[in-house]
């Protein structure tokens, strides 16, 4: 009986009028430390499918009754390099919200996060959606040159951030506590709101938000940004991080006072004998989208959007380089 209750939850592979769609993007090929983030995706579904309860005690609700929810799972991603993975992501994550759902991007290292915000930046102006970012890291390397000798350039785990300043994107930083001086000196330089963790009481979740200057925020959540206590299994771990039921709290008050376009999970690497950061991530993502399903700010029913489109139809990034 469990196993059919929890099977409400992700009920189909793919469905043309799903409300929410988990797209998985299996991809670690520019991993700098401990690599199997590629096969995150499939472990957090799995949890989706088999472990979490359908009802969601954060948001008093079953969230899967009231909203379609399906997957798609990529395919032949680790074989690309870099800039042919975000841009099969983009192609990918733009043809679901043409369909007005919500995407849930499922990582895979971080760099999976480009294609969304790529996709995005297509159908809405990037100036006027902050990136909000959970991370024990910045993100703001120009390249990976600095750390790997066979750098992939532009394009890494690493450099994520910096890639959606490009693209125009606002940016808020939670959780920082490993990051190159020169990454820090950018975001000061570019107006970034970084509330690193240093051990000493934690901000208010309602204080963090208030730093969100655009109504629309992407949310994207690299789980080495929960102290590993709770999420151990990832590529480049960092005592000190966000603790469990903050986190929850900090995610509930973004989706309570902001309209969310879109969210991500990355940067889980399962590990043997191990499925504590799996569960967790597969936990965070149903109550985002219980979070998201209570919301007064977004609707599922119409998309982020409300299936505008800007007229672009072409790589941003591409045309931010012919300039």
């Given at each position: 009986?469990a196993?059919?209750?929890n099977?409400?939850?992700?009920?189909?592979?793919i469905?043309?009028s799903?409300d929410?769609v988990l797209l998985g993007?299996?991809?670690?090929?520019t991993a700098?430390?401990?690599?199997g983030?590629?096969?995150?995706p499939?472990?957090i579904?799995?949890?989706?499918?088999?472990?979490i309860?359908?009802?969601?005690?954060?948001?008093d609700?079953?969230?899967?009754?009231?909203?379609?929810?399906?997957?798609?799972?990529?395919s032949?991603l680790n074989?690309?390099m870099?800039h042919?993975m975000?841009?099969?992501?983009?192609?990918q994550?733009t043809?679901l919200?043409?369909?007005?759902a919500f995407v849930f991007?499922l990582?895979g290292e971080?760099t999976?996060t480009?294609?969304?915000?790529?996709?995005?930046?297509?159908?809405?102006?990037?100036?006027?959606i902050?990136?909000f970012q959970?991370d024990?890291h910045?993100?703001?390397h120009?390249?990976?040159a600095?750390y790997?000798a066979d750098s992939y350039g532009?394009?890494?785990?690493?450099?994520?951030?910096r890639r959606?300043?490009?693209l125009?994107y606002?940016?808020?930083?939670?959780?920082?506590?490993?990051?190159?001086?020169e990454?820090?000196?950018?975001a000061?330089e570019?107006?970034?709101s970084?509330?690193?963790?240093k051990g000493?009481k934690a901000p208010t979740?309602s204080?963090i938000?208030?730093a969100?200057s655009?109504?629309?925020?992407?949310?994207t959540?690299?789980?080495d940004g929960?102290?590993p206590?709770?999420?151990p299994?990832?590529?480049t771990?960092?005592?000190?991080g966000?603790?469990w039921?903050?986190?929850l709290?900090?995610?509930?008050e973004?989706?309570?006072?902001?309209?969310v376009?879109g969210?991500?999970?990355v940067?889980?690497a399962p590990?043997?004998?191990?499925?504590?950061?799996?569960?967790?991530?597969?936990?965070?993502c149903y109550?985002?989208?219980?979070?998201?399903?209570?919301s007064e700010k977004?609707?599922?029913k119409?998309?982020?959007?409300?299936?505008?489109n800007?007229g672009?139809n072409e790589n941003?990034?591409?045309?931010?380089?012919?300039?």
């Amino acid at each position: 009986m469990a196993m059919m209750l929890n099977e409400l939850i992700v009920p189909y592979k793919i469905n043309a009028s799903a409300d929410v769609v988990l797209l998985g993007a299996p991809y670690d090929r520019t991993a700098s430390y401990r690599r199997g983030c590629a096969k995150g995706p499939a472990a957090i579904l799995l949890s989706l499918l088999h472990q979490i309860e359908p009802y969601d005690r954060w948001t008093d609700s079953v969230p899967a009754k009231s909203l379609t929810i399906s997957y798609l799972m990529m395919s032949g991603l680790n074989r690309a390099m870099p800039h042919t993975m975000i841009s099969r992501v983009e192609r990918q994550y733009t043809a679901l919200i043409r369909k007005n759902a919500f995407v849930f991007l499922l990582g895979g290292e971080h760099t999976v996060t480009l294609g969304a915000l790529q996709a995005l930046a297509l159908r809405h102006p990037a100036s006027e959606i902050t990136v909000f970012q959970i991370d024990a890291h910045l993100d703001l390397h120009d390249t990976d040159a600095d750390y790997r000798a066979d750098s992939y350039g532009k394009y890494a785990h690493s450099t994520v951030m910096r890639r959606a300043c490009d693209l125009g994107y606002k940016c808020v930083s939670v959780g920082a506590r490993a990051y190159a001086k020169e990454e820090m000196d950018l975001a000061r330089e570019k107006g970034i709101s970084v509330f690193e963790w240093k051990g000493h009481k934690a901000p208010t979740p309602s204080a963090i938000v208030d730093a969100i200057s655009t109504d629309s925020v992407y949310v994207t959540l690299d789980v080495d940004g929960i102290d590993p206590a709770y999420m151990p299994a990832t590529g480049t771990p960092v005592q000190g991080g966000l603790e469990w039921y903050y986190t929850l709290e900090l995610l509930r008050e973004v989706f309570k006072k902001k309209k969310v376009v879109g969210a991500d999970i990355v940067e889980v690497a399962p590990r043997p004998g191990d499925v504590a950061t799996e569960y967790g991530a597969a936990q965070l993502c149903y109550s985002m989208i219980g979070f998201l399903n209570g919301s007064e700010k977004t609707s599922l029913k119409t998309g982020p959007f409300k299936g505008k489109n800007n007229g672009a139809n072409e790589n941003v990034l591409d045309k931010r380089r012919r300039r």
